[in-house]
């Protein structure tokens, strides 16, 4: 298997992460969609990151369905999703705010740091804030930490993943929001899952 992106997007870095937990072989090609996108369309005319070329020549593009993929794939002592429905639906739950997470600090990235300035539209990056602050109260509210360490069983996660990638992001790429809006809950947990060895090989 081969994936394509670069570490600096929430999405490619969760796959990433997910593949080394699931214990996965792959390749892994950094390219940019902004800085190698002629390359990237050579790979994927989607210009889409992450992409995923599997053994049998397929690509799957779209960070979650990627994931539902390869938790198909892997061996199930691996899986990264919860078999038993209630935590299926509270790690759903979870993922689903920390990807709104990454889909809204993306957006206010670029409306600050790739929009022209005479094109700036500040009511749609103030919505955009509001919704990052919204998120960011549901997560610290709703994740529970158990005595291992994690939100939803006794090792990591998908939960867990998405939940640290999204918090590195907005630390990386919106610091102000981070110190302000970051919960110390959300920091402490952000920074124990960094440390773990899948993380480690994936630094954004």
């Given at each position: 298997m081969k994936l394509v992106g670069m570490l600096d997007s929430p999405y490619v870095r969760r796959v990433v992460i997910s593949l080394k937990a699931m214990d996965l072989s792959f390749e892994h090609e950094q390219l940019s969609v902004?800085?190698?996108?002629?390359?990237?369309?050579?790979?994927?005319?989607?210009?889409?990151a992450p992409a995923l070329i599997t053994d049998e020549e397929i690509l799957l593009v779209d960070s979650t369905l990627i994931l539902e993929y390869l938790d198909r794939k892997c061996d199930q002592s691996l899986s990264l999703s919860p078999e038993?429905?209630?935590?299926f639906t509270r790690s759903q739950y979870l993922i689903g705010i920390a990807l709104t997470l990454c889909d809204k600090a993306v957006q206010l990235f670029m409306e600050y740091n790739r929009r022209p300035p005479e094109k700036f539209y500040q009511e749609w990056a103030d919505r955009i804030d509001e919704q990052l602050q919204a998120g960011l109260e549901l997560l610290d509210h709703h994740v529970i930490v158990n005595d291992a360490g994690y939100v939803i069983a006794e090792r990591v996660m998908q939960a867990d993943i998405t939940i640290a990638v999204a918090i590195k992001y907005i630390e990386k790429k919106l610091p102000d929001l981070y110190k302000?809006?970051?919960?110390?809950k959300l920091k402490t947990f952000s920074t124990k899952m960094e440390a773990l060895p899948f993380f480690q090989k994936c630094m954004f």
């Amino acid at each position: 298997m081969k994936l394509v992106g670069m570490l600096d997007s929430p999405y490619v870095r969760r796959v990433v992460i997910s593949l080394k937990a699931m214990d996965l072989s792959f390749e892994h090609e950094q390219l940019s969609v902004f800085n190698d996108l002629e390359k990237m369309k050579a790979v994927n005319p989607l210009m889409k990151a992450p992409a995923l070329i599997t053994d049998e020549e397929i690509l799957l593009v779209d960070s979650t369905l990627i994931l539902e993929y390869l938790d198909r794939k892997c061996d199930q002592s691996l899986s990264l999703s919860p078999e038993n429905i209630m935590d299926f639906t509270r790690s759903q739950y979870l993922i689903g705010i920390a990807l709104t997470l990454c889909d809204k600090a993306v957006q206010l990235f670029m409306e600050y740091n790739r929009r022209p300035p005479e094109k700036f539209y500040q009511e749609w990056a103030d919505r955009i804030d509001e919704q990052l602050q919204a998120g960011l109260e549901l997560l610290d509210h709703h994740v529970i930490v158990n005595d291992a360490g994690y939100v939803i069983a006794e090792r990591v996660m998908q939960a867990d993943i998405t939940i640290a990638v999204a918090i590195k992001y907005i630390e990386k790429k919106l610091p102000d929001l981070y110190k302000n809006n970051v919960s110390n809950k959300l920091k402490t947990f952000s920074t124990k899952m960094e440390a773990l060895p899948f993380f480690q090989k994936c630094m954004f």
